[in-house]
């Protein structure tokens, strides 16, 4: 049986950080990227699979429903897998469609009018933060920002205070 050893929000999907720092930090072998638009656009889909198999691991690019599906029905076969979506809100879906995630690496949403920055990388909604507060709170996950694994580690608890 696999596992998520990494859940990542990163609007880039997969860049030289996700390759070098966080596969090696998490003990990955794969990559599975989350995100109708990539895997429905078959010139995203390639750049992506080009960028990945350069790592040696196995990289797989989803629709987001197919995430869960591959779970309900593989567990992922036997792939620790750094699991990538480019939205809080699609990860929330695969979250709370069964695939157990034991923690949420925010590492890359750039800043947008009316988003409040956490970190210098991620900047989020009211409505985005009370996602990620359900899925601390209902499904056990341990949310983080942080952009690459040797910059400060920020809490949920701390982003929380960025909203009063």
């Known amino acids: 049986m696999g596992k998520v ?7 880039r999907l997969i ?17 599975f990227v989350a995100d109708n638009a990539s895997a429905h656009d078959p010139f995203t889909k390639n750049i992506i699979l080009g960028a990945g198999s350069r790592t040696g691991m196995k990289v797989r690019v989803l629709k987001e429903d197919g995430a869960v599906r591959y779970w309900n029905d593989r567990q992922y076969d036997d792939y620790n897998v750094i699991l990538l979506t480019k939205t809080i809100e699609t990860m929330a879906d695969i979250i709370r469609g ?3 995630i034991k923690e949420l690496n925010l590492g890359g949403i750039p800043q947008k009018p009316g988003l ?11 409505e985005q933060l009370e996602i990620l507060q359900d899925l601390s709170e ?4 341990n949310v983080y920002f942080q952009a690459i694994p040797s910059s400060k580690k920020v809490t949920l608890k701390e982003a929380i205070k960025e909203f009063d």
């Open 5 to 11: 050893v990494l859940a990542r929000v990163d609007a």
């Open 15 to 31: 860049h030289g950080q996700v390759m070098t720092s966080l596969s090696k930090s998490a003990g990955a072998n794969a990559i």
């Open 98 to 100: 069964g695939v157990p």
């Open 116 to 126: 409040t920055p956490i970190i210098k990388e991620v900047s989020i909604s009211k």
């Open 138 to 141: 209902n499904y056990g996950v």
